[in-house]
């Protein structure tokens, strides 16, 4: 049960998909500091795809401060994880640009919990020429609470120190964050 509610989940072709009345309570619209106006909503299976597209349009530097490595093709088994969620212990919401012929993922923030570390695991990135116009906060703020509504109150994440965007993120958004420095990274906890 998720905040008193039965969330139907169901398999249909070796796709785990949510209620979509469920899912479309994490729909909203999020207008960026150059005025333009996009779609943020939950990841579904079938935005393998578009993250793809994504990830390729990143540059090294970028995908190295996500995956705290330099990767240069998204493992089919991650991409699988990254789209195949429960929607209550891992839950990834996109924000999207709408275009007539396609659509496209400029940023993602998930998270997966792990019940045995009681915390979960976060990640957030946000497509280059998309950066700097509050898309990330925004998302991070966003899957945060969303984890808190799933009674999650611990997250972490590995971080490179010197990513001082992602630092004044965590700090302007006021959670209680400690850093731990180990192997030439922080390991990041936030508390809400």
């Given at each position: 049960m998720v905040l008193g509610r039965l969330v139907k989940l169901w398999v249909h072709k070796d796709k785990i998909m949510a209620d979509e009345k469920y899912l479309r309570q994490y729909e909203s619209r999020l207008l960026l500091k150059n005025g333009a106006?996009?779609?943020?909503?939950?990841?579904?299976?079938?935005?393998?795809?578009?993250?793809?597209?994504?990830?390729?349009?990143?540059?090294?530097?970028?995908?190295?401060?996500?995956?705290?490595?330099?990767?240069?093709?998204?493992?089919?088994?991650?991409?699988?994880?990254?789209?195949?969620?429960?929607?209550?212990?891992?839950?990834?919401?996109?924000?999207?640009?709408?275009?007539?012929?396609?659509?496209?993922?400029?940023?993602?923030?998930?998270?997966?919990?792990?019940?045995?570390?009681?915390?979960?695991?976060?990640?957030?990135?946000?497509?280059?020429?998309?950066?700097?116009?509050?898309?990330?906060?925004?998302?991070?703020?966003?899957?945060?609470?969303?984890?808190?509504?799933?009674?999650i109150s611990r997250f972490g994440s590995m971080m490179d120190p010197q990513n001082d965007i992602m630092k004044k993120t965590l700090r302007e958004l006021g959670y209680q964050v400690k850093y731990f420095f180990r192997g030439g990274s922080y390991q990041v906890e936030i508390t809400t």
């Open positions: 106006e996009v779609l943020v909503r939950p990841v579904v299976p079938a935005d393998a795809s578009l993250l793809l597209d994504m990830f390729h349009k990143m540059t090294p530097r970028s995908r190295y401060l996500r995956f705290m490595t330099n990767i240069k093709e998204l493992p089919e088994g991650l991409l699988q994880k990254f789209t195949h969620l429960d929607y209550h212990a891992s839950f990834a919401i996109a924000c999207l640009v709408e275009a007539v012929d396609q659509n496209e993922i400029i940023a993602v923030a998930r998270y997966s919990h792990d019940p045995d570390e009681h915390i979960a695991d976060l990640g957030v990135a946000v497509r280059d020429d998309w950066q700097n116009l509050g898309i990330g906060k925004s998302l991070l703020s966003k899957i945060i609470i969303i984890g808190k509504e799933h009674s």
